[in-house]
């Protein structure tokens, strides 16, 4: 195994452990609820504006695989300070990423790179896009979404 995917491996790891911006926050603006029918797993997302319009906060609970938990921490901090238009151009962006769309450049997604590798494992696509798919719903005014 290479450095590079030790440390990718290691980021995910990180953010499964100790999840960044886990529980229901106190006050929030949108929320969805993601399911993934292929094992069970449930995931809320939680978003609340500042008065710029810009994502003030995203926060998550519910139980997953260490993938899914981990994209869920890392979409989070990603969202942090983005307008919808960009919130939802970074879910697309990442779809891409998890699909294997060879267009994209992992480099410009920043952290998120480190889940480019479930592309190999279309089983783990799921896992990786369940908060992403919540993302998507939740910016869409949609209060339940399923990865099937
Ligand atoms: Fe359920 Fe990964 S096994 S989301």
Not at 2 to 26: C, K, M, T, W
Not at 32 to 54: H, K, M, Q, V, W
Not at 74 to 97: C, D, I, N, W
Request: glycine share 8%; with cysteine; charged share 25%.
């Amino acid at each position: 195994m290479s450095d590079l995917r030790e440390l990718y491996q290691e980021v995910i790891f990180d953010h499964n452990r100790n999840p960044r911006n886990f529980g229901r926050p106190a006050r929030f603006d949108r929320s969805s609820e993601g399911f993934n029918p292929l094992c069970g797993d449930r995931l809320t997302l939680y978003i609340a504006f500042g008065e710029d319009g810009r994502v003030a906060q995203a926060a998550f609970e519910g139980q997953g695989c260490a993938i899914s938990t981990a994209s869920a921490s890392l979409m989070t901090e990603a969202l942090k300070g983005r307008s919808v238009e960009e919130a939802e151009a970074l879910f697309q962006k990442f779809h891409g990423l998890v699909m294997g769309d060879a267009e994209i450049d992992p480099a410009t997604l920043g952290k998120l790179q480190v889940l480019a590798g479930v592309r190999e494992f279309p089983a783990r696509v799921k896992c990786a896009t369940l908060a992403w798919h919540t993302l998507h719903a939740a910016l869409h005014g949609e209060q339940h979404v399923s990865t099937e």
